[in-house]
């Protein structure tokens, strides 16, 4: 290899001036280029012309053949090589090869050219000609159904594909035009006037040289066995292979084996075939398809349904995919889909009963469980069946979604990975996920791109996801000039070098052909690839919309369109590989089934969200679906145990394993803390991780600089000093059967890495999955996910979710920016009745959490940082949390917890009443202030300099929500003379108070004022002025101690 680098650089004599004469001559840009190249070259002068930029591909190409053997090169390119390897200038290489004379020289090779370097550039204007078609012969590909609008957005034609082979002898494509003349419509022609003079060709070749033969680079398939083709043939399989119904965008993949493993799949001779078996299956799911859209559309004329119609080769498409994942071993299949054929998605790929889908569209039908409704276009669903095709087992499911378009991508993939990993799947064999996008939200959406970005990250990938684009050219009302920038909505891809393949939607043959290649693609190298299904929109945006408001002429073409059905029917017809009568009776018989399922769905009387379920919990709930216990067991360890974490998490468990020296100090400092009982955030959080652990239960912590921690405290991947990239996780050494622990450093993502990690959560109940923001303010980049899916997502869609969220929180005087996790945000969604006082039964607490929507706690010590984390698993149901976590805290030397309150039989405290001296006169208090996090340490150490302590209380809440309104009553009846405050330190319209006042004051049934002592009302979460923020804290701290500060107020 090093030899060819050096050899080729050597083969590229150009001077900088004739490189940029040379570039700027191949970029003509429309179709009616004016350009001539410049082939009167003078040599020596200009070296060895031949050798400009794209040819010099072709030279290495001819190089590495003639390494291998010489006499596999023409004996010109021989002797070239030979002179150029012994080092012969620049320009002194090539040399008419002794005894080669023109008459020497098959006829056809060289034909009237008495010339051997116009030979040689002959050939590499084909060679070139060749990557032409491959790299840019999607851009004339016939993608458009209805033949008025450019896939790629752009009509003109690159000017080295067609503009030189129509010059060349337009009478080798007649063929083809009639293959691309779609249907009636009045297909756009890319072809130039067949009348204009002959001119010279963008590569110098001409009419003379169509039927000479040239020797194909090995970067070409189109030859078959054979090793070289007349001109004439080389440009009829390029357009076969490059410019029909199937544009295959691929050259910008950087790995030599992919490209041509793709080259091969497209070029080879006569690839595109099928068997009539395959051809009848084809037409059959062609059938249902179109069938159901129809169905739906006789009986239920005036509902919404975002039907298919126009892009009804989907459902082939996918079965296609799957049916062929499945012969590769695949038995998981994930789904992710829009609105636009879902349905038709739930009938004809999942197998979702017919009835059951059809029982959706009557408004009489009542719920039996909670959930709220919403089946037709956002419930998911699951489904084990056995693949036809394979007769192998597989498992369907489609994940629910919200309205928020590509929103559910990254939750499938983070489902996926979970899927793959609790298999042991561990290169995508056996699950895989695939994406259904629109065209528009393809483009438009950042989460694609933010999805597409995880993709190949070690602890994210799920190893290769098929994405199908339902592209019908068309978002709602919006046309794709006005919907992206790029060429095609397919681009964002490229990023990671998935190979996209556009193709025809109204050609199921070219559809399933890439389709299998899609699959194909995914089985063999495990990386992404795209499915772009080119097609258009029959109805409105849903079936009540008018689209010739805004696209009159397209829908003027699209009325004159015939069906793709009929159209795939009649080509079988006409070859013989069906009947009519046949494909009459599939008809029949796939609309008796649905009649059949109509009448049976008129007797469903009650809608059951569960059974919409896309992640069943096996053996969590009872059948009922019912927690299994209503008990919160203890979340305590013993003294061993937190021993033993505590030493793992101070000791390097491997050997000849060099860490840094400040690290060593913190582990040292760790094990002080041990020996003395103690834990700081960064243990108590390890105990918690660690335990669970050692009980079996998967961790999972995902985010932005995670495995140290932001703000280095976590330390939980240890670097060897002395060897690059070797590394060692201690919390994988905390018991020889433990779970996994997984710890990864995101992208820098909050939307995709959150939803992957809501994802992964809901695979198992028996994982704890965690996401930590890197500042608790980042958390509103991923609004959509804790909107859409976290904060509803069991009313919504009846699926509970444990996913922790910890977001790091606190006014420090560090500005704006950085400052607030924005609790004011969480408690607002959550869904507890400020106004009502529950009843304080003796399993309060549980039915409390069971019925909440999410927990929101803020922790002021790392023991009950430690027991929110266990309770979240040990509890027998599953809800999100939303912890606030502490910054400066982390190392507070107050902010630490002893032993003895994680010791068997502690618990998680809701509240942390006052234990200090004020508590032990209660009546002599004269005011308790309730506070949360770490605004708590503020207070007592005010409290002191005031010497208050015998007059005022101070009370934590830990929980916020769902609120604790039993302990919060304990402890103000406890203080009968004491007036209430809230004080928090951030803004009045931020924080808690919004969301605490209310429910204190239901709590002491409005007998008293809650006070505020805060900051006051502001538009950013802090002010970005050091000393501002310190008069801002001494004012709410003295208004919290000043007894008389709210006298005379009502
Ligand atoms: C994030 C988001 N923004 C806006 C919308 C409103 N909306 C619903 S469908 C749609 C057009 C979608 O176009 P496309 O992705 O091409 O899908 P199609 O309806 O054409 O199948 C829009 C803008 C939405 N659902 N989600
Ligand atoms: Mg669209």
Redesign the pocket.
Known sequence: MHRLRTCAARLRPLTANQKAQNFSQQRPVAAQRTFQPIRCYTAPVAAEPFLNGTSSNYVEEMYLSWLENPKSVHKSWDVFFRNANAGAPPGAAYQSPLGMTVASLPQAMVGAQPNVEKLVEDHLAVQSLIRAYQIRGHHVAQLDPLGIMDADLDSSVPSDIITSSDKLDLTVFKDRLSILTVGESDCKSHFRDSSKDWETGFYGLDESDLDKVFRLPTTTFIGGAESALPLKEIIRRLEMAYCQHIGVEFMFINDLDQCQWIREKFEKPGVMQFTLEEKRTLLARMVRSTRFEEFLQRKWSSEKRFGLEGCESLIPALKTIIDKSSANGVENVIMGM???GRLNVLANVIRKELEQIFCQFDSKLEAADEGSGDVKYHLGMYHRRINRVTDRNITLSLMANP???EAVDPVVQGKTKAEQFYCGDTDGNRVMSILMH?????AG?GVVYETFHLSDLPSYTTHGTVHVV?N?Q???TTDPRMARSSPYPTDVARVVNAPIFHVNADDPEAVMYVCNVAAEWRATFHKDVVVDLVGY?RMG?NEMDEPMFTQPLMYKQIKKQKGVLLKYAEKLIAEGAVTRQEYEEEIAKYDKICEEAHARSKDEKILHIKHWLDSPWPGFFTLDGQPKSMSSPSTGLTEEELAHIGQVASSVPVEDFTIHGGLSRILKSRGEMIKNRTVDWALGEYMAFGSLLKEGTHVRLSGQDVERGTFSHRHHVLHDQNVDKRTCIPMNHVSPNQAPYTVCNSSLSEYGVLGFELGFAMASPNALVLWEAQFGDFHNTAQCIIDQFICPGQAKWVRQNGIVLLLPHGMEGMGPEHSSARPERFLQMCNDDPDVMPKLSEDFAIQQLMDCNWIVVNCSNPGNYFHVLRRQILQPFRKPLIVFTPKSLLRHPEAKSNFDVMLPGTQFLRLIPEEGTASQNPEGVKRIVFCTGKVYYELTKERKTHGMEDTVAIARVEQLSPFPFDLVKAETEKYPNADLVWCQEEHKNQGYYDYVKPRMRTTIQRSKPVWYAGREPAAAPATGNKKAHLVELKRFLDTAFDLDAFKGQV
């Open positions: 829009p609105h636009r309205s928020h378009l629109g065209d528009a939200a393809f959406q339902v019908n068309i978002g709602f929109r945006h």
